[in-house]
């Protein structure tokens, strides 16, 4: 496992948790700053998550980490995973690139979190924005090995991911 696949495990793990969160009919006092919070802590591992830069991944995990024990709305999320992260032995693999994975990534992020900064945000419109983020992650899985929550491999291809999608993209 390198660090690629755990950014990209953390990511999953969150984009998922939240989309099943917000779902709900009505939002709890609180929420809406819960999840932007949570937004702007998952946008830093999808950034570093394309980086190239070996020192920013490991700063970008140590970080989250720190967040996530600060914010116990959701970084009971993680709980798991962060247990699972110290006791596996990271390795330094070739990095997988998709470029419309991560476009797209920039473009849903960028969505998200300009409708959580709106006065009175579109409930809908969130919860399918997260639908179409959740899946896009998993391009970045390691295919053979178990990972940090427990799957056996859990990838997809960058087709998959895309049709995946472009399917939410059009329900709003």
Same mark, same amino acid.
């Given at each position: 496992?390198?660090?690629?696949?755990?950014?990209?495990?953390?990511?999953?793990?969150?984009? @998922?948790?939240?989309?099943?969160?917000?779902?709900?009919?009505?939002?709890?006092?609180?929420?809406?700053?819960?999840?932007?919070?949570? @937004?702007?802590?998952?946008?830093?591992?999808? @950034? /570093?998550?394309? /980086?190239?830069?070996?020192? +920013?991944? +490991?700063?970008?995990?140590?970080?989250?980490?720190?967040?996530?024990?600060?914010?116990?709305?959701?970084?009971?999320?993680?709980?798991?995973?962060?247990?699972?992260?110290?006791?596996? +032995?990271?390795?330094?693999?070739?990095?997988?690139?998709?470029?419309? @994975?991560?476009?797209?990534?920039?473009?849903?992020?960028?969505?998200?979190?300009?409708?959580?900064?709106?006065?009175?945000?579109?409930?809908?419109?969130? %919860? %399918?924005?997260?639908?179409?983020?959740?899946?896009?992650?998993?391009?970045?899985?390691?295919?053979? +090995?178990?990972?940090?929550?427990?799957?056996?491999?859990?990838?997809?291809?960058?087709?998959?991911?895309?049709? %995946?999608?472009?399917?939410?993209?059009?329900?709003?």
């Amino acid at each position: 496992m390198n660090y690629q696949n755990i950014l990209a495990e953390l990511l999953h793990i969150g984009l @998922v948790a939240e989309k099943g969160r917000c779902y709900g009919r009505r939002w709890k006092c609180g929420y809406k700053k819960a999840l932007r919070n949570h @937004v702007k802590a998952l946008h830093l591992l999808q @950034v /570093s998550l394309q /980086s190239d830069n070996l020192q +920013k991944k +490991k700063d970008a995990i140590s970080d989250f980490i720190i967040i996530c024990n600060n914010n116990p709305d959701f970084g009971r999320f993680y709980t798991h995973a962060f247990g699972k992260i110290k006791e596996t +032995k990271i390795q330094e693999t070739d990095l997988i690139h998709c470029m419309k @994975v991560d476009t797209l990534f920039d473009e849903l992020f960028f969505d998200l979190l300009a409708e959580l900064n709106r006065f009175i945000p579109s409930h809908k419109k969130i %919860y %399918y924005l997260l639908c179409a983020l959740h899946n896009l992650p998993r391009v970045y899985f390691n295919r053979s +090995k178990q990972g940090l929550s427990g799957e056996n491999g859990g990838s997809i291809t960058e087709d998959e991911a895309l049709q %995946y999608a472009f399917s939410n993209m059009n329900k709003y």
